[in-house]
Structures are given as C-alpha cells and as structure tokens.
C-alpha cells in the first residue's frame, strides 16, 4: 500500500515535526545529496564517527547507493516511522527522495552499583539501573533458558515508555500474565515514568494504605521471584522491578534470609514480625495504660512512670502523637538532606530534642524509650514502602488507644487485619498463606526452612508446575 503524499517522509517535514527542538542536530553533505537528522545525546558517538561521519565524508555520488543496501540501514515510508526513530535514537538519512534509518542508541546512562536501599551482607551487590535493556541483561545473565519470555508494552500519551512483563513458560499462570498486560494497555495518562507510579495505576484497590505489589531493585531477588512463578515488570528509566502477585508477608523476606544459614534466616525472618509488632503496639500501649489501666503497671515500675510524667501537662495520646511527629521529621529531615548532614540530624536532633523535651517536662522519659523503640523497630522491615505503611497506621491506632484504651488498640489491630483480609493483589489473596490457610508455605513464609525442604513453588502463584526441578530459593 502506497502511502498517502502527505506522510511522505521529507526533510523539511521532519525538520518542521521538530521545530523549536535546540538539541536536534542537522547536518547535510552536499557532495552526496544527503543530510542526516539525530538527537546527539541519543546516539552513540562512536558508533555515528564509524558508520556515518568517515563513510560519508569518503563516499562520492556513485557509492552512496551501495552503502544504503547494507542492512543495518532500514529505509522508512511514512513521516511517523522517521519520528519515532530519531526519538529512539536512530539516525535519519535523507538522500534525495528516500530516508533511511540507522540504529546506533547509546545515551550516557549510570553503571551498575550497589543498592542504597536494599543492601545486604552476603550475596551478589549489583542492582537494576534506569536503562530496561541494562535490567534485562542482568536477568537474562542469571536465567539463561528460553522459557524466559518478554512482553514488550507501551504507556504513556507522551513519555511513550516501554514497559516489559517477564515470566517463565511452563511455570507461571497465564492468567495473571494477561490480567497483568490487560492492566497496563488500559492506563491512559500522559507520562509514566517509575514503578512506583506504574503500582498505583494497576493495583486492585490503589485506595489502601499498603503496598500491594513488591518492587525490589535487586536482579537476584526478581530471579527467584521469576523461579517461584511470579511475573516480573520492568519499567524503562526506573531501578525498579515489580513482582505480582504478592502476599503481605513477603515485605518481611530479606535475600539474607536465602544467603545465610537456615536457623540464622529463621531467626531473622521471626525477629522482623516480632518489630511489626512492637512498631505497631509499642507507642500506643504505652497511651493506654498510662491513660486508662495503670492496674497493668508493676508496682516497682508505677512510682518511677509517676515521676515521669509528673511535670508533664498534657494527656499521654498528645505527647505521644507530638513525640511521633516529631521522629518523623527528624527521618525525614534524614532522608532529603547530604548524607553526612543527614547523620548528623538524625544522631544529633534525636539526642538534643529527647533530652531537652523531658527537661522541660514536655514529655517523659519512658514515652522517649517507646518512641525510640517503635522508631527502631520500622527500620528492621526490609521494604520501605511497607514501614511506611505500618507508620502510617500507627497513628490511627494511637489516637483510638487515648479515647478506648485496650479496647482502642484491640479495635485498630482488628480493623487492620479486616483491611488486609479485604486486599488482593492480581486477584489472589493477600494475607495468604493465613486466609486462605496454607501451612505448607509457612515454611518459606515465617520460616525460612532448608533448601531440601523447600521443593514446592508458593501457592499463591497457582501454577501447574508447582514442583521445583531443583531445591533452592
């Protein structure tokens, strides 16, 4: 099919497509007939000295025609094809009334490092990169087997950022993989340009506080995920993968777990529940017991809290909600400042505003240690999207311990789980292996049990293939 006379592709046309674009380069050798259009900072200068500058700075008007039947050279047709392609980094050769496409991507784009946010102690330490290609490499490097499959999507009106779904053949369930790519061909907005914000278009109830989907930045923990039957995406311009479906529980596994003796792992994976516990409950006891049941405190202990709060003018669920705030901005205040300075507020502002604010009788000692403790026990959980959830929610439940005492924190841990119980993620249960009841996964789930136990895939990915071929994360 002929295309239609105004989308033929010509220079003047492409050059007007990109007007008031100062970082397009054009240039033309009127010796050959032939002008080039590029993005310079797309384009991998090497490769454009090799293939484009010295071949036609040499070429006269009778070779040019044989360059252009080399292969890597793919002539366009339509004005669309020629715009997409020097916005993908090609570039354009117009030679008389033909334009021709030349690959030669190559931004300046940052090596592969370590992650700040999920270190480890032992295992590998290099981490996903804003370049897709790059991410995918580091997988393709780990699985090398051709049930690896790749979905390639698009979203974005005018990002038009390519969005990629990876699973294993024969061991994931289809069906999250189509409600999955049905998912993201069903986003309309303009730009996309994280995981992050990729979660928050597909989740089944983007209203809920916690994270229903994992996203890690760590190529050996998406390997394991893909082995387990899960389903992986990678967004370009983001370090992040994301792993669907997930369970509430796996916030808590950290690729330490995996890499450590099984008792060690064990041990660790319990010590993690056991600061979701103290992060949620700690604080808020602290409210009602000094508000509503001081018959809890033990006699020793009762005198020494009365002198504590003493000089203390307001009710305990004030202080407490005044101290918490005051934790979060100095974390905060951590977390956005250079991070010699942030050391420095987070030691420095906690010591110097904790002993201040009991000198002057603002709050008292023991509520400082509660606080701390909490505060302590949100960094034990490995993801960060999950702690700040738990935080989140840890005022809530505060502030029904100051009006209900006991009966308050009961109601707010009630209420939580009712909410969690409500969640799913790609349609699965999100407190499985626990509702639905599944004991044979809490060997990988509260335990982390040895590799030769560990020789069926979780239930909440449904797959046939439910057995591993080899024992092993």
Same mark, same amino acid.
């Given at each position: 099919?002929?295309?239609?006379?105004?989308?033929?592709?010509?220079?003047?046309?492409?050059?007007?497509?990109?007007?008031?674009? $100062?970082?397009?380069?054009?240039?033309?050798?009127?010796?050959?007939?032939?002008?080039? #259009?590029?993005?310079?900072?797309?384009?991998?200068?090497?490769?454009?000295?090799?293939?484009?500058?010295?071949?036609?700075?040499?070429?006269?008007?009778?070779?040019?025609?044989?360059?252009?039947?080399?292969?890597?050279?793919?002539?366009?047709?339509?004005?669309?094809?020629?715009?997409?392609?020097?916005?993908?980094?090609?570039?354009?050769?117009?030679?008389?009334?033909?334009?021709?496409?030349?690959?030669?991507?190559? %931004?300046?784009?940052?090596?592969?490092?370590?992650?700040?946010?999920?270190?480890?102690?032992?295992? %590998?330490?290099?981490?996903?990169?804003?370049?897709?290609?790059?991410?995918?490499?580091?997988?393709?490097?780990?699985?090398?087997? *051709?049930?690896?499959?790749?979905?390639?999507?698009?979203?974005?009106?005018?990002?038009?950022?390519?969005?990629?779904?990876?699973?294993?053949?024969?061991? @994931?369930?289809?069906?999250?993989?189509?409600?999955?790519?049905?998912?993201?061909? +069903?986003?309309?907005?303009?730009?996309?340009?994280?995981?992050?914000?990729?979660?928050?278009?597909?989740?089944?109830?983007?209203? *809920?506080?916690? %994270?229903?989907?994992?996203?890690?930045?760590?190529?050996?923990? @998406?390997?394991?995920?893909?082995?387990?039957? +899960?389903?992986?995406?990678?967004?370009?311009?983001?370090?992040?993968?994301?792993?669907?479906?997930?369970?509430?529980?796996?916030?808590?596994?950290?690729?330490?777990?995996?890499?450590?003796?099984?008792?060690?792992?064990?041990?660790?994976?319990?010590?993690?529940?056991?600061?979701?516990?103290?992060?949620?409950?700690?604080?808020?006891?602290?409210?009602?017991?000094?508000?509503?049941?001081?018959?809890?405190?033990?006699? @020793?202990?009762?005198?020494?809290?009365?002198?504590?709060?003493?000089?203390?003018?307001?009710?305990?669920?004030?202080?407490?909600?005044?101290?918490?705030?005051?934790?979060?901005?100095?974390?905060?205040?951590? $977390?956005?400042?250079?991070?010699?300075?942030?050391?420095?507020?987070?030691? #420095?502002?906690?010591?110097?505003?904790?002993? @201040?604010?009991?000198?002057?009788?603002?709050?008292?000692?023991?509520?400082?240690?509660?606080?701390?403790?909490?505060?302590?026990?949100?960094?034990?959980?490995?993801?960060?999207?999950?702690?700040?959830?738990?935080?989140?929610?840890?005022?809530?439940?505060?502030?029904?311990?100051?009006?209900?005492?006991?009966?308050?924190?009961?109601?707010?841990?009630?209420? #939580?789980?009712?909410?969690?119980?409500?969640?799913? *993620?790609?349609?699965?249960?999100?407190?499985?292996?626990?509702?639905?009841?599944?004991?044979?996964?809490?060997?990988?789930?509260?335990?982390? $049990?040895?590799?030769?136990?560990?020789?069926?895939?979780?239930?909440?990915?449904?797959?046939?293939? *439910?057995?591993?071929?080899?024992?092993?994360?």
């Amino acid at each position: 099919m002929e295309p239609d006379s105004k989308n033929i592709p010509t220079l003047r046309h492409i050059l007007n497509e990109f007007d008031q674009c $100062a970082d397009l380069n054009h240039r033309s050798f009127p010796e050959i007939s032939t002008d080039i #259009v590029y993005f310079p900072h797309t384009v991998d200068n090497e490769m454009f000295i090799q293939e484009i500058l010295i071949p036609f700075d040499r070429l006269k008007m009778d070779e040019i025609e044989k360059l252009f039947e080399q292969s890597k050279f793919t002539k366009a047709i339509d004005s669309k094809t020629v715009v997409v392609g020097i916005l993908d980094g090609c570039v354009a050769v117009f030679h008389r009334d033909t334009v021709y496409l030349l690959g030669a991507y190559g %931004p300046e784009a940052r090596s592969v490092q370590q992650s700040e946010t999920e270190t480890v102690i032992a295992g %590998p330490h290099d981490a996903f990169v804003e370049t897709a290609l790059t991410n995918l490499s580091l997988i393709r490097r780990r699985i090398k087997s *051709s049930h690896l499959k790749i979905i390639k999507c698009e979203i974005g009106e005018v990002s038009k950022t390519n969005v990629y779904i990876l699973y294993l053949k024969d061991i @994931a369930n289809l069906t999250y993989v189509e409600d999955l790519q049905n998912r993201i061909n +069903r986003i309309e907005t303009d730009a996309v340009n994280d995981g992050g914000t990729l979660t928050q278009f597909i989740e089944d109830m983007p209203n *809920s506080v916690f %994270p229903q989907f994992l996203t890690t930045e760590r190529p050996d923990v @998406a390997v394991s995920k893909l082995a387990a039957g +899960r389903i992986i995406t990678i967004i370009d311009n983001s370090p992040t993968a994301i792993s669907a479906p997930s369970s509430f529980f796996e916030f808590f596994s950290s690729p330490d777990d995996y890499y450590q003796r099984w008792a060690l792992g064990t041990a660790l994976r319990l010590l993690r529940f056991l600061a979701l516990v103290i992060t949620i409950s700690f604080t808020a006891m602290y409210v009602s017991v000094t508000t509503f049941h001081y018959e809890m405190i033990p006699e @020793a202990l009762l005198r020494t809290l009365a002198e504590s709060r003493n000089r203390v003018p307001f009710p305990p669920v004030y202080e407490a909600l005044l101290m918490e705030i005051m934790i979060e901005l100095l974390r905060e205040a951590g $977390a956005r400042l250079p991070t010699k300075i942030g050391q420095t507020i987070g030691i #420095v502002g906690g010591i110097v505003i904790g002993q @201040a604010a009991v000198q002057a009788g603002l709050t008292s000692n023991v509520l400082i240690i509660a606080v701390a403790s909490s505060a302590i026990a949100s960094f034990v959980i490995p993801s960060y999207m999950m702690s700040a959830s738990i935080r989140l929610i840890r005022f809530g439940i505060i502030i029904l311990t100051g009006v209900w005492g006991n009966m308050g924190l009961v109601m707010g841990i009630a209420l #939580v789980v009712i909410h969690l119980s409500s969640l799913t *993620s790609l349609g699965s249960s999100y407190l499985i292996p626990v509702a639905p009841m599944k004991t044979g996964d809490w060997k990988d789930v509260f335990f982390r $049990a040895p590799f030769s136990k560990l020789t069926s895939r979780p239930s909440q990915v449904k797959t046939t293939n *439910s057995i591993r071929q080899k024992n092993g994360k």
